[in-house]
């Protein structure tokens, strides 16, 4: 009996190759052997149509929900993918909380009739190189192939269940031109963070609200982890082999993938993917947990709107890339924008005039790399109006950097130091080494820091530098006290305000009516939880080219449902 079993899928895969043999055949006997042939190994795999395939998956399907134990699930939520729908459990159990996915299971019988329609699609997935990397082909190609796929089971199971043979197609889809089942993981917005240790163990997942977990997938041998750093480099034109078993990738979806293979990675083949926030932060949302106050918010606002430049400065993973994506919707429209950053993680609102560029390491025969520096060159060629850099580290991106202010664009960046006087000293000192004078163009500095402890983040101090003549000092005008868990205002500005009167001729008592207003905006969007990218996005662009319907309609009930609607 086994050996009948191989014998069919070895026939299976004869075919393919006798098919090719096939096509390029000239000679007529020849010819006519190999369709006799083909059409007798058909004739064993036609056997498996007359399995009940439809209503047995129905059961298997049904048999997986029933299999979870209600009483240990902590959360339960689907994710769909391709018209697949799976249910992810979170369970507490025995050894810890677990990250579940049930994909239904699908039998032996069932199994080979989809290899038998794999065999035939493979002509549809050996698609060119370029095809892969763009985005939009690679959709073009998604959809021919499911377009084929369903011809191919609507010929082999004319009967069948819309919903399964949806399943049927996706799952073709992810095993042939994804990761599987790891795609799944993908797609969950609640994962931060995948990791493929090796096969002999669980994958393993970051979620946002229970941080690591185990999960119930596994992948089978240490080839397939092989197979995806293959697809996933091919994604990227880049290759991963025994002489270059390393790979860092960013895929066109902001996901940034990185591979090791055996016997570097000792245990096994190793993968790991740091998802792109989905859903990043916003200032609203930095509000309410507390990072921010409004007041500072509103003068970041102020900040962006009338050119100024801002340097966010604080420690390791405390909070600046997030501090300073959530003020990239305050950008007025048509402006162009400018990013330069070593890994995407900036997201900005849809509709902004923006373009991002990411650094890349060279190959393995140290070709190809564009650094931080060519980037930041490069973008003043752009005519940008406003440049952000990710995180400011070497000397001459500095430098680039602060020639940029000269010349009249407004910039934005990170820097490592822990407080206003630590960001100066940072900056004056080597490796940076700016020279004192440019400092006054920074406008204002905004520092933020983590209470390890607490796992909270906090705006610190805003300040902005002066300079004497031969000493950059420092000027707070917001300080954080730890006692009341508040930002309060410290002195008044030298600088910051007069700038902006100089730069767009209003008077300080219109700049206040001005903080004010922008107060009233975010203050009400709070209240509306209105809090979102794309929401944000639409009500700043309101703001600045409908004020007056803006102001009239953020007041009412329904303002949130008539903004997306
Ligand atoms: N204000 C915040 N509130 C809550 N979580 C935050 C906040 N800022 C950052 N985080 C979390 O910390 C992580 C690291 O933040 P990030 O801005 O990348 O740090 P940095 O750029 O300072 O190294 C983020 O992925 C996010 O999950
Ligand atoms: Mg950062």
């Known amino acids: 009996m086994k050996k009948k079993e191989n014998k069919k899928t070895k026939n299976k895969f004869e075919n393919k190759k006798l098919r090719i043999l096939l096509k390029k055949s000239k000679n007529t006997t020849q010819k006519k052997e190999f369709k006799s042939i083909i059409k007798k190994r058909k004739g064993i795999l036609k056997n498996l149509k007359h399995l009940p395939i439809a209503p047995h998956i129905h059961e298997e399907i049904k048999n997986h929900i029933k299999n979870i134990d209600n009483k240990d699930i902590l959360e339960k939520y689907q994710i769909e993918l391709d018209k697949v729908n799976v249910t992810v459990s979170i369970m507490k159990e025995k050894s810890g909380v677990t990250y579940n996915i049930q994909t239904p299971e699908i039998s032996v019988a069932t199994n080979a009739l989809l290899d038998e329609i794999r065999e035939e699609l493979i002509s549809v997935t050996t698609v060119g190189m370029n095809e892969i990397i763009d985005q939009n082909a690679f959709k073009q190609i998604k959809s021919k192939f499911a377009q084929e796929a369903e011809a191919l089971i609507k010929e082999k199971l004319p009967n069948i269940d819309e919903t399964i043979k949806d399943s049927f197609i996706g799952k073709l889809m992810q095993d042939m031109l994804g990761l599987g089942k790891i795609e799944f993981l993908i797609n969950d917005i609640n994962l931060e963070e995948i990791v493929i240790p090796s096969a002999k163990e669980p994958i393993r997942v970051y979620h946002k609200k229970y941080g690591w977990l185990l999960t119930n997938l596994k992948t089978e041998k240490e080839e397939d982890i092989i197979n995806y750093s293959n697809i996933i480099a091919r994604r990227v034109g880049r290759q991963i082999n025994v002489l270059t078993p390393l790979l860092d990738a960013h895929l066109s979806t902001g996901d940034r993938v990185n591979s090791i293979l055996y016997p570097i990675s000792t245990k096994g083949n190793t993968i790991t993917i740091r998802k792109f926030a989905r859903d990043p932060y916003t200032m609203i949302d930095l509000i309410k947990n507390k990072t921010i106050s409004i007041d500072v918010a509103v003068l970041l606002w102020l900040a962006i709107e009338y050119e100024m430049n801002v340097l966010i ?7 600046k890339t997030v501090l300073l ?16 950053e070593d890994t995407r993680e900036l997201m900005l609102p849809e509709f902004l005039y923006w373009c991002p560029l990411v650094t890349r390491s060279p190959n393995a025969e140290g070709k190809g790399s564009v650094t931080m520096l060519d980037l930041l060159v490069n973008s003043l060629r752009m005519r940008p109006d406003k440049i952000i850099l990710g995180e400011m580290r070497r000397q001459e991106e500095a430098m680039v950097l602060f020639e940029a202010m000269h010349t009249g664009h407004s910039v934005y960046a990170t820097l490592h130091a822990d407080s206003a006087s630590e960001t100066v000293s940072r900056l004056i000192n080597p490796p940076l080494s700016v020279p004192a004078n440019l400092l006054k163009a920074v406008n204002l500095n905004v520092v933020i820091f983590r209470d390890r402890r607490k796992g909270t983040r906090r705006v610190f101090q805003v300040a902005e530098f002066d300079y004497d003549g031969t000493n950059v000092t420092t000027n707070i005008i917001y300080r954080w006290i730890p006692e009341e868990d508040r930002l309060i205002k410290h002195s008044e500005s030298s600088r910051f305000f007069e700038n902006i009167s100089r730069n767009t001729g209003l008077s300080q008592k219109e700049i206040d009516a001005d903080l004010k207003e922008k107060s009233v905006i975010l203050d009400s969007l709070l209240k509306n939880d209105i809090r979102s990218l794309n929401e944000m996005g639409k009500v700043i662009n309101m703001y600045y080219n409908d004020k007056e ?6 007041s009412k009930s ?8």
């Open 313 to 319: 400065s604080g420690g390791t993973a405390s909070g």
């Open 325 to 340: 994506n959530s003020c990239m919707p305050f950008m007025p429209p048509n402006q162009r924008i400018i990013s330069v």
């Open 549 to 554: 319907n803006l102001l009239k309609n953020l």
């Open 558 to 565: 329904d303002f949130k449902k008539t903004l997306m609607g």
